[in-house]
């Protein structure tokens, strides 16, 4: 059962391989002065493949990075855990408007968050928590990627609902 999986999930891998070569091809015909990166190329195919629009999956794409922002984690930390470059989380974090934590924290803050809460009151949270305070500027910035986060996600699920 274990090699019928692998042999069917080898199967959609050459799929998809063949469908980016395929259409890396299209691409470099229809435009030949044009450069794709292999995410323009992945994201086309998805697209066509899924009905969805090519921005949808950069937005999901995005939705990793800004959920372990929202937790807390520094650029080296998320670029370690996901296997990315550092530039490429700080292009992330410029686009949806958040602050990097210098150093991850010690505990995810979304942990702590509730709807609407209050820089002030994430502030006292956390210093009840942490050896070492955070300061209102800190808590303001951890409650602003913590609601980017949520909205990003939300209207993500929103568009799947109304697509399904």
């Given amino acids: 059962m274990k090699n019928d999986k692998r ?12 469908a980016c070569l395929k259409k890396a091809e299209l691409l470099a015909e229809k435009y030949p002065t044009k450069k794709f990166s292999s995410w323009d190329i992945i994201a086309n195919v998805l697209s066509e ?16 990075v800004v959920e372990l922002i929202a937790e807390g984690l520094s650029a080296s930390s998320i670029a370690n855990r996901l296997s990315i470059p550092s530039q490429h989380v700080y292009n992330v974090a410029k686009i949806w408007g958040l602050d990097i934590m210098d150093s991850t924290l010690d505990f995810n803050p979304m942990y ?13 949270g956390i210093n009840e928590i942490l050896s070492i305070p955070i300061t209102l500027h800190g808590a303001k910035c951890i409650v602003n990627n913590i609601e980017r986060y949520y909205d990003l996600r939300d209207f993500l699920e929103e568009y799947e609902d109304e697509k399904g």
């Fill in 7 to 18: 042999k069917t999930n080898k199967e959609e891998l050459n799929k998809l391989k063949q």
């Fill in 49 to 64: 493949s899924s009905g969805y629009p090519v921005y949808f999956f950069t937005l999901k794409a995005d939705l990793d």
């Fill in 112 to 124: 702590i968050y509730k709807d609407d809460m209050s820089a002030q009151d994430m502030m006292c």
